[in-house]
Nanobody
Framework: QVQLVESGGGLVQAGGSLRLSCAAHGRTLSSSSMGWFRQAPGKEREFVAGINLSGSNEYYADSMKGRFTISRDNAKNTVYLQMNSLKPEDTAVYYC?????????????WGQGTQVTVSS
């Protein structure tokens, strides 16, 4: 069993930056691919970014490429999402997830989410 805890969300102006963190408890992070998802009000949860076990491969949704960066520190059991050039449409609850693959639907564990609000 693994527990994922996100942090780092908040209110930021358009054009600003935030860094989200996701700490894993109960199992080493190095045995799982990790991902970030988000869900805006009235919308379905969508994939944001994924990273493989070693951190050598990263995957992004098209709308996040060039603005968001996923990274991981297996020694700290933590995965990060650096978000730059934020837009109001990035407002959502952001979730981290752990699973066997960095993309796709096979996510085994989810965090509780952290709210990101981008003001115009």
């Amino acid at each position: 069993q693994v527990q994922l805890v996100e942090s780092g969300g908040g209110l930021v102006q358009a054009g600003g930056s935030l860094r989200l963190s996701c700490a894993a408890h109960g199992r080493t992070l190095s045995s799982s691919s990790m991902g970030w998802f988000r869900q805006a009000p009235g919308k379905e949860r969508e994939f944001v970014a994924g990273i493989n076990l070693s951190g050598s491969n990263e995957y992004y949704a098209d709308s996040m490429k060039g603005r968001f960066t996923i990274s991981r520190d297996n020694a700290k059991n933590t995965v990060y999402l650096q978000m730059n050039s934020l837009k109001p449409e990035d407002t959502a609850v952001y979730y981290c997830a752990a699973g066997p693959e960095p993309v796709g639907r096979s996510w085994s564990y989810w965090g509780q989410g952290t709210q990101v609000t981008v003001s115009s």
